[in-house]
């Protein structure tokens, strides 16, 4: 169920790692979690990230064509083990390759917005329209330019505050899927690249679930430039840097520091760059710990296409090869996610939901690549590879903050499914009214300005994470940590239960739209026409789990 697939590029054939004490480090960190098998990964995590003396790591990807680029990661980049472990933690190689990697379809957003300003190529970046503080400070900072950011960005200068988005200027590497009616009510119908008319699911035998529900692949560089024209044509100003620290300036405003000594001041900050925005928030401490969903894919032209090209394939849970596992990190859950761009062209991914600790990529790839041939798909060949990963769960932004955030970094991904791009998307316009709403009214009060902005976020804070939104979180939590104890059968017994729910319930709950009281209901339900195990497992859960104590004290929480 995950939401999005991070395509990768094919141009990195061979990869070195340079010599530095940081690469031991990620090594350390590598090697602890084959040896532990999940057992104790972040103790290690931990130990390897206090006693390494390292600073930088680079590795350099070399391509067939004797194109190179570098990655660097430094330690520094983090602030605590649970940051590294949103950042890619183990995996952190894949992911920084992810990040960097180059899209030959996409132009980079200096290039939109001039082409856009004066309808034609242009290529003169002095008329980019930046960021000046020459006439005061800005109403509100955006940091990170992905569709969440850009969406708060563009909703918000739209409502008449002046915003600047600052963030490195580069394309969106992630593939987005979709749920086509959901695209459609955001007006991003034309942003889609490729409909399937309907759903299925497969779990342990040949009789598919048909979904119902139309799903589309969203192409990436139509959604950015779409994105970027909504902020060009609402006045939203740039500058393309990394943000390294947010500062409180002594009139009460925020400081945003920025590379090149560039400081810019604002009335509110918002960060959106991410899960791993633990430099520029602060998050509640002794909340549950994150989780990851990792998924590696290739996009490929076959022979023998197993599927029929007018359905996605949204789970398929089979064991094709019915073959005794031969490592433990095999025996976790893994399914199939296909989408069929033509008869003979296919984007599959082996996806891990959630897990712990994240399932390497290495064993994401090895089962992908033994479910292939057990089903006899013969790969002609490979256009895209992905690596995927989505920290999932965690703990929320602390709301007594005076710095906001939005998407990612909000903790707004669906904690159970990994979804987050459309309720990003969806709430950008309540939460950008919000703060303009705020922001309007408390500059024309004769108060203190810090004062100001303290009750500025803190009523922010309160519009994203009202105790309604909690107790849906709470809940999903819940669902996220049941879902972590299943093994195979098990998982396969929860998906036959969940489809089995009336299509409002399942679909509600995979697209955050049930309301809290929704959820109970569905609980109930689930409960009555599940097995006596699940049933069983449920009771254990809910008894013994502490994500039941947190989620039964919110729901009786007021606000």
């Known amino acids: 169920m995950e939401c999005y697939c991070c395509l990768g590029a094919p141009n990195f054939a061979t990869m070195a790692i340079l010599p530095s004490s940081t690469s031991s480090f990620l090594s350390n960190v590598r090697s602890c979690y084959m040896r532990e098998n999940h057992r104790d990964f972040r103790s290690c995590i931990r130990s390897s990230f206090t006693s390494s003396k390292a600073r930088t790591s680079r590795i350099r990807s070399i391509s067939s064509n004797s194109e190179s680029s570098c990655i660097v990661v430094r330690e520094e980049d983090f602030a605590d083990e649970e940051d590294f472990i949103k950042a890619g933690g183990s995996q952190l190689l894949y992911v920084q390759m992810q990040q960097n990697k180059s899209m030959d ?35 509100l900072v955006v940091i990170g330019c992905g569709p969440a950011g850009l969406a708060l960005a563009a909703e918000s200068a739209k409502r008449g505050l002046n915003v600047g988005l600052i ?42 679930f048909y979904m119902g529900r139309a799903y589309g692949r969203v192409s990436r560089h139509l959604l950015q430039e779409e994105l970027v024209k909504r902020c060009l044509e609402s006045g939203v100003s740039y500058l393309s840097s990394k943000v390294d620290r947010l500062m409180e300036g002594g009139d009460g405003h925020s400081l945003v520091a920025c590379g090149c000594d560039i400081v810019i001041p604002c009335r509110l900050a918002t960060v959106a760059s991410g899960a791993a925005s633990g ?38 849970y089979r064991d094709h090869s019915k073959r005794n596992r031969q490592c433990p990190e095999e025996q976790y859950p893994t399914f199939l996610y296909a989408m069929p761009m033509s008869p003979s062209r296919i984007f599959f991914e ?18 992908l690549m033994s479910r292939l041939e057990t089903m006899g798909v013969q790969v002609v060949k490979t256009y895209e590879e992905e690596w995927s990963y989505i920290p999932v769960g965690g703990s929320l932004p602390n709301t007594e903050q005076r710095n906001l955030a939005f998407g990612a970094a909000a903790s707004m991904v669906h904690p159970a499914t990994g979804y987050s791009v459309v309720r990003s998307l969806s709430e950008a316009p309540k939460y950008a009214s919000a703060i303009a709403d705020i922001i309007k009214r408390d500059q024309s009060k ?20 009202p105790q309604e939104r909690k107790r849906q979180r709470a809940f999903f939590l819940f669902g996220l940590a049941l879902i972590l104890q299943l093994d195979i059968e098990g998982t396969r017994t929860f998906f036959h239960t969940f489809f089995r729910l009336p299509r409002w319930m399942w679909q509600g709950f995979l697209g955050s739209t049930l309301s809290s009281a929704d959820l109970v209901l569905f609980a109930f339900y689930m409960f009555v026409i599940a097995p006596n195990d699940l049933r069983r497992c449920l009771i254990r859960h809910l008894l013994s789990d502490p994500t039941g104590a947190t989620m039964v004290r919110t729901y009786l929480t007021i606000a």
Request: with cysteine.
């Open 105 to 139: 379809k996409q132009s980079r957003i200096a290039d939109k917005w001039f082409c856009r300003k004066l309808g034609a190529q242009c290529c003169d970046f002095s008329l980019l329209p930046k960021i000046s503080v020459e006439t005061g400070p800005l109403d």
């Open 279 to 316: 430099k520029l928030l602060q998050y509640e401490v002794g909340g549950p710990r994150v989780s990851v969903q990792t998924a590696y894919g290739i996009e490929v032209e076959v022979e023998n296409s197993p599927y029929d090209p007018n359905l996605m394939v949204f789970m398929d």
């Open 350 to 367: 082996e996806t891990c939901l959630a897990s712990k600790d994240a399932m390497p990529f290495e064993v994401l790839k090895k089962k």
């Open 167 to 208: 963030g490195p200027d580069l394309p969106f590497t992630n593939n987005y899927g979709v749920w086509e009616d959901e695209f459609k009510e955001l007006g991003l119908e034309g942003c889609i690249e490729h409909v399937w008319c309907d759903t299925v699911v497969y779990l342990d035998d040949d009789n598919p």
């Open 446 to 465: 004769n108060v203190l300005v810090r004062r100001i902005t303290e009750n500025i976020s803190m009523q922010a804070w309160n519009t994203l994470w």
